[in-house]
Nanobody, 117 residues
């Protein structure tokens, strides 16, 4: 089991930026992949960005070129840099740790991101 604590959410105007952080309770180099997901009311949780321990990344089409996922192994922290934010990016963002290739998921409590003028 891994404990994940997100921070950095808030209210931002369209076109603005935010950086989300996820503090991980164990050494992230031993975790298969770390990811950020988001969810809005009435919709399924969707993958935003993911990074594997081999530094392979993938992004949702809607955020490519605007969001960047990264890790700081020394701090056991995962980041999501979000630029050029749009109102449709408004959601609760969740940090995910997939311990193994085929499972072992842990989730954070979520952080609200609201993009509005």
């Amino acid at each position: 089991q891994v404990q994940l604590v997100e921070s950095g959410g808030g209210l931002v105007q369209p076109g603005g930026s935010l950086r989300l952080s996820c503090a991980v309770s164990r050494n992230i180099v031993n975790i298969y992949a770390m990811g950020w997901y988001r969810q809005t009311p009435g919709k399924q949780r969707e993958l935003v960005a993911r990074i594997t321990r081999a530094d392979s990344t993938n992004y949702a089409e809607s955020v490519k070129g605007r969001f960047t996922i990264s890790t700081d192994n020394a701090k056991n922290t995962v980041y999501l840099q979000m630029n050029s934010l749009k109102p449709e990016d408004t959601a609760v963002y969740y940090c995910n740790a997939r311990i193994y290739l085929l499972g072992g998921d842990s989730w954070g409590q979520g952080t609200q991101v609201t993009v509005s003028s």
